[in-house]
């Protein structure tokens, strides 16, 4: 970059230098990398160059209660009578700055965590997650207008208060690392997000999802990427079965249409297990359920073993649950999830939550390796869920797991 801030750097020898620390995880020469990725070219001196604002934008997912000003001025110690940006420059330099450069950098920064044998294995598979959530954001028409606004009542003319945007993310449960995710507006369901994650899986991967992502494209897709699965299945869907198992499980097909599945042409053989929860004040309790898997060996996977492990799914919620409750908890003067008030603005705020949050768990899965804690759990609920019904099975099971059974 020719150009360079004007701002002259604090103790800490950079312009930010109250995020000094972040470099430690984040270096410098990666964001550099990243911006030039972008084809961002600094070619004149000025206080808001693309690197500073990538700082600022990445703070935005530390200071979640802050405005874009208090924002850049925790960043930085003012030294005499240094003044701070306006809103205005602050804003364009965002527009400037546009999402290519913290895309790159989050892929870059973000990475799997659990190694082979942890907590977060079953076998040799590594436990991974796809769901989605949903995000309110500042009610604009640019916002509304990319993103959507949901509707309800019977009126087609009743609408939510706030736009909304939502994501389907790939997490890695053991670690509760949010490993890539797809920022969708409301108006595009999930599954067909989730196709878009198909690509960054590996056949080391075990995803479990919820029974909202059952469709024949995604599980096939899934399927041919090497990965196995393990998804919760209604009632709905026709599984003949086609041969009984040792355990009670059996096997059966999929198809992707009727008429397929009435000529038994193609179609993707699974294995179904189902159960029912005998504890009469769970939801649910006395009625079957069931699961659907790719592994068919009952042998080296029975079904009771994946019927507990199908617990581990409840993982993920928790990490939403941390980066919309713990790091952007509701206050009255933040009515929205969000701040930005334009579409590249609540992407980038998307990022940005997601790489603070990333910063936060990868401290705490180093603080607890070598130890006998499991970094999935904070001491905030692991009373709770060590005391939730059937979790006790599904905590025993993963110590076996983590100290060499399947």
Request: contains cysteine; positive net charge.
């Amino acid at each position: 970059m020719e150009g360079h801030c004007t701002l002259s750097p604090g103790q800490g020898r950079r312009v930010l230098d109250r995020l000094t620390a972040l470099t430690e995880l984040i270096p410098e020469e990666w964001v550099q990398r990243s911006i030039a990725l972008a084809g961002l070219v600094q070619k004149r001196s000025c206080v808001l160059t693309p690197e500073v604002m990538l700082w600022v934008v990445l703070a935005m997912g530390l200071f979640t209660d802050s405005p874009i000003r208090q924002v850049f001025r925790q960043c930085r110690r003012f030294h005499g009578r240094e003044k701070i940006p306006t809103r205005s420059a602050l804003c364009k330099a965002r527009k400037r700055l546009g999402t290519r450069a913290i895309r790159n950098l989050f892929k870059r920064v973000v990475g799997l965590c659990c190694r082979f044998g942890d907590s977060g294995f079953y076998g040799r598979y590594r436990l991974m997650g796809i769901d989605g959530s949903l995000f309110t954001i500042p009610d604009t028409s640019a916002n509304e207008r990319v993103f959507g606004r949901p509707k309800g009542g019977s009126s087609s003319r009743s609408q939510g208060g706030f736009p909304q945007v939502g994501k389907v993310s790939l997490v890695e449960l053991g670690s509760h690392i949010e490993y890539r995710f797809r920022v969708r507006p409301y108006r595009i369901g999930e599954l067909t997000a989730a196709l878009h994650l198909v690509k960054d899986l590996t056949p080391e991967m075990l995803v479990l999802l919820d029974a909202g992502f059952f469709g024949y494209r995604l599980l096939a897709r899934i399927y041919e990427q090497g990965t196995q699965l393990l998804i919760k299945v209604s009632s709905t869907p026709l599984l003949k079965p086609i041969e009984i198992l040792s355990d009670g499980s059996f096997l059966a097909k999929i198809y992707p249409s009727v008429s397929q599945r009435r000529a038994n042409r193609g179609g993707l053989t699974v294995r179904v297990l189902r159960y029912t929860l005998d504890d009469p004040q769970s939801p649910g309790a006395g009625k079957v359920h069931r699961l659907l898997t790719t592994l068919l060996d009952e042998k080296q996977h029975p079904a009771r073993e994946l019927i507990l492990l199908y617990h581990e799914r409840w993982e993920q919620e928790l990490v939403y649950d941390e980066q919309k409750t713990h790091l952007d908890p509701r206050r009255p003067e933040k009515t929205t999830h969000l701040r930005s008030e334009t579409p590249a603005g609540v992407v980038q705020e998307l990022h940005a939550l997601s790489l603070s949050h990333y910063l936060v768990r990868k401290a705490m899965f180093d603080a607890a390796e070598g130890t006998s804690m499991d970094p999935a759990v904070s001491p905030s609920v692991a009373p709770f869920r060590s005391s939730a019904p059937g979790c006790r099975n599904a905590a025993a099971a993963k110590r076996q797991r983590s100290s060499g059974g399947t």
